[in-house]
C-alpha cells in the first residue's frame, strides 16, 4: 500500500493548469481532494511520433524517455500513482488509459496500490483503423484500468445507459421496465433508461483529417471522457488529468459542470489547452497557466530546487533528482537521459566543470549539460580540454539562451 505522506500545505485550487512535473505538482496538493482521475500517460511504446504541432524537441521527449527499460518505466508511473492514490477522495475513482505495451505490468502495481478487491473495471476501448499486420491479429484497441479509493465509490449508471437496438426494442416492448408478477423474464438489462454499458466500448478514435484534430499524436474523442466523467463523477465534483495532453479531459470536464485541474509537462499543450477551455466557458473567467517559463529576474529569485525543476523539465523536457541533496553533482536528466546540473549562479568556472566531468563518468555517459546565468572563459577552456583529452562532451547553456530558444517555439521574439 501506499507509504504515507506529510500533509501538502497548498491550498487546492479549481480551473488552473500546472506546467510541469505532475509529481511535484501532486505532492503540493491536499490529501484525499479529488473526486476523478483520468490519466492517459506515456505507453512504453518506444515510439517516435512524427507530428505534435511541429515540435521536434517535445517529439523526442515522448520516444526517448524509457531508455533504462520497462521497469524503469514502472517505477515511474508507481511514483505518481501512488500521489494519485493519496489525492482521491474515499468516494472517488481513476481510470488510467494504456494499451498492450505495459497494461499487464501496471495493473500489478494498481493492484498493490489500491487493493486488488477496489479493481472494479478492464475497459476494452475498441475502434477502426487502416493497416493490419501480415502475421497478427489487428491490434485494434486500448486498455482502461478503472480503481475505486474504497467500496463507497461514485458510478452513475443511469447517466451513462446506452440506447437498446432497435431489434432489441421491438421484440421486448412489453416488457421494458416492467417486471410481472415478481418474475423478471431474464430481462434484467432491459431498464427503461437504457442497457446497461459492457467493459467495451465502440468509440472511434478522431480521424486524422477530422476538425476536431489538433495536431496531438494521442488525442481521445471527447465522447470517450463524457463517458468516464459523467459514470465517475457528480455536478461540481473535481476531475484531475495529470497527464492532459491538449486538454479533452478538462474541456469535457467544464462542459459538464465539473470543477478541474489540468498538468501537463508541455508548455504548448498547457498553452492549447487554456485556448480550449476559453472558447468554451461563458464568463469572464481568467484561466491561470502556473508554471509557465519566466523572465530572467523571476528565475533569478526562485527558491533552489523550483529553479532546477523549471528548467530541467520545462525548457530541457526531461526529468529532475527526486533528491536535494547526495546528488554527486546531478540535478536531473535532459531527454537523452545525459546529466544536468543546475547552477543559479553567475561567472560558474572551471571547478564546477571539472567536478561535473566525474559525475558523468560515474554515470557512465559520455555527455552532459551545464545550466548557468553565465560562465567564465576558464569554464569554456575546461570544456574544450575535457572533450579533446577525454573525449566527454560538456555543453554550457546560459538561461537566457534556453529563454530565447523557448520564446522562439512559442512563436514569440
Known amino acids: 500500500m501506499p507509504k504515507k505522506k506529510v500533509e501538502a500545505k497548498e ?16 505532492e503540493r496538493l491536499p490529501t484525499e481532494s479529488i473526486d476523478l482521475i483520468y490519466i492517459d500517460p506515456p505507453f512504453f511504446s518506444n515510439r517516435h511520433y512524427e507530428v505534435i504541432w511541429g515540435n521536434g524537441a517535445e517529439l523526442r521527449a515522448f520516444g526517448d524517455r524509457w531508455k533504462g527499460g520497462v521497469n524503469v518505466y514502472v517505477q515511474w508511473m508507481r511514483e505518481r500513482l501512488m500521489e494519485m492514490h493519496r489525492l482521491l477522495k474515499p468516494t472517488g475513482s ?25 479493481f472494479r473495471n478492464e475497459i476494452i476501448w475498441c475502434y477502426r483503423g487502416a493497416g493490419y499486420p501480415k502475421k497478427d491479429f489487428g491490434r485494434r484497441h486500448d486498455n482502461i484500468l478503472r480503481y475505486s479509493k474504497s467500496d463507497d465509490y461514485i458510478f452513475n449508471l443511469d447517466d451513462v445507459r446506452e440506447e437498446y437496438a432497435e431489434a432489441t426494442k421491438e421484440r421486448f416492448k412489453h416488457y421494458i421496465g416492467n417486471v410481472r408478477g415478481g418474475k423478471d423474464f431474464g430481462l434484467q438489462t432491459l431498464h427503461p433508461l437504457g442497457k446497461q454499458p459492457d467493459d467495451w466500448w465502440q468509440i472511434q478514435p478522431i480521424a486524422p483529417s477530422a476538425k476536431a484534430r489538433l495536431g496531438y499524436p494521442t488525442q481521445k474523442p471527447e465522447e470517450l471522457l463524457e463517458r468516464i466523467i459523467k459514470a465517475s463523477s457528480n455536478e461540481g465534483d473535481i476531475v ?6 491538449g486538454g479533452t479531459t478538462i474541456v469535457v470536464a467544464e462542459r459538464l459542470g465539473r470543477r478541474w485541474i489540468g498538468c501537463d509537462v508541455s508548455p504548448i499543450a498547457c498553452k492549447l489547452a487554456r485556448r480550449r477551455v476559453k472558447k468554451l466557458i461563458k464568463d469572464e473567467r481568467e484561466i491561470e497557466v502556473i508554471g509557465m517559463p519566466h523572465d530572467l ?9 523550483e529553479f532546477q525543476n523549471h528548467i530541467i523539465v520545462d525548457m530541457l523536457h526531461g526529468t529532475c533528482s527526486r533528491t536535494k541533496s547526495a546528488d554527486y553533482g546531478i540535478d536531473g536528466h535532459d531527454f537523452g537521459h545525459n546529466p544536468v546540473q543546475i547552477k543559479q549562479s553567475e561567472h560558474v568556472g572551471r571547478p564546477v566543470v571539472q567536478k561535473f566531468e566525474s559525475a558523468i563518468r560515474r ?32 555543453e554550457l547553456r546560459t538561461v537566457q539562451e534556453l529563454l530565447q530558444d523557448y520564446y522562439r517555439r512559442m512563436g514569440r521574439k
Open 94 to 118: 481513476i481510470y488510467v488509459h494504456l494499451d498492450w505495451h505495459a497494461v499487464h505490468y501496471i495493473k500489478c502495481e494498481m493492484d498493490d496500490i489500491f487493493g486488488m478487491g477496489n
Open 11 to 26: 491550498e487546492l485550487r479549481t480551473g488552473v493548469i500546472y506546467c510541469g512535473d505532475n509529481l511535484d505538482v501532486m
Open 297 to 305: 529576474d523571476e528565475l533569478k529569485k526562485m527558491e533552489p530546487f
Open 363 to 394: 554515470e557512465k555517459r559520455t555527455k552532459g549539460i551545464i545550466v548557468a546565468f553565465s560562465f567564465s572563459k576558464t569554464a569554456y577552456e575546461e570544456v574544450a580540454r575535457i572533450k579533446l583529452d577525454e573525449g566527454i562532451e560538456i
Open 240 to 245: 484531475a488529468d495529470f497527464f492532459m495532453g
